[in-house]
């Protein structure tokens, strides 16, 4: 489909954490149920901490595109005539990049500074996590809430405007692109919102009993329970954005079954 777009940039970037993500899931769920040793003699759960930080990241990330999806998508509704000035695809892969290096020192850092072996809970590894995830993630959380509710509210207004405004077939095409990517804005955006309520409510409860880990023996069950649901909402996420795209952009669509005629439709 092409980088021309802004739109485009972003989306490329989240199928990108998204597939790091579910492998990273995927490698998490083999690792977390098999019991063996590897061939350095350490225990196969380190392999299940390395992944988690880079899942961690990976989730900052994700959270950071998003952000930048809804916040460009409402600077379209704000300000439509200096939006292409002020948001430029590659003042987009210059901040994403920086962010993506970011969050990968603090990976260099979880994995050299705090083990192995990755067990029972280290200061570092908590102040680490509150940098690069629970922090960020927090604020993405916040921000992408808030614009999702400008989103929903602003794009009836917006299309009947622009309907008005707009009396010739080319300006009509126009309105209706950009009611569409705004839609898939705001879907994207919701699944991420509800993805991540169990993420959040493990960083409130943490927050309020400082001693919440998988290593205390009061709240070990609690903790899995809480983990395994978070992974799971997290699954789910990354895999249903394909769909929004699908169902979305009926160019995607197009290139969609021309990339896998199993899915053409019979004529």
């Known amino acids: 489909m092409g980088l021309h777009d802004i739109t485009n940039i972003n989306f490329f970037s989240l199928a990108i954490s998204d597939l790091v993500s579910a492998l990273s899931l995927v490698l998490i769920m083999i690792t977390n149920n ?19 930080f880079i899942l961690y990241a990976n989730s900052a990330i994700a959270g950071f595109i998003t952000t930048i999806l809804s916040m460009e998508r409402c600077l379209c509704i704000v300000a439509p005539l200096t939006v292409k000035k002020v948001v430029t695809g590659k003042r987009i892969v210059v901040l994403t990049s920086i ?36 922090v ?18 602003r794009l009836k207004q917006s299309l009947s405007w622009r309907k008005k405004t707009s009396t010739a077939p080319a300006g009509q095409a126009t309105s209706n ?34 001693t919440f880990s998988l290593w205390n023996p009061y709240f070990t069950r609690l903790a899995y329970i809480l983990c395994y649901v978070s992974f799971m ?18 160019r995607y669509r197009q290139i969609f079954r021309s990339l896998f005629p199993c899915f053409k439709e019979e004529k």
């Open 177 to 210: 692109k950009e009611a569409k990517a705004t839609r898939c804005v705001i879907f994207i955006c919701m699944l991420f919102i509800l993805s991540f309520f169990p993420n959040l409510f493990v960083i409130i409860f943490a927050s309020v009993y400082p």
């Open 99 to 134: 962010f993506v290096a970011y969050e990968m020192v603090f990976v260099g850092l979880l994995i050299g500074k705090t083990g192995p072996p990755y067990v029972g809970k280290s200061p570092y590894r908590a102040l680490y996590l509150l940098c690069s995830y629970s």
């Open 34 to 52: 098999t019991d063996i040793e590897l061939p350095s003699g350490a225990s196969i759960d380190e392999i299940t901490h390395v992944t988690s």
């Open 233 to 250: 909402s997290q699954a789910i996420s990354v895999s249903t954005n394909v769909i929004v795209y699908y169902t979305s952009s009926s």
């Open 136 to 153: 960020i993630s927090l604020i993405c959380f916040v921000i992408i809430s808030v614009s999702t509710v400008f989103l929903i509210i």
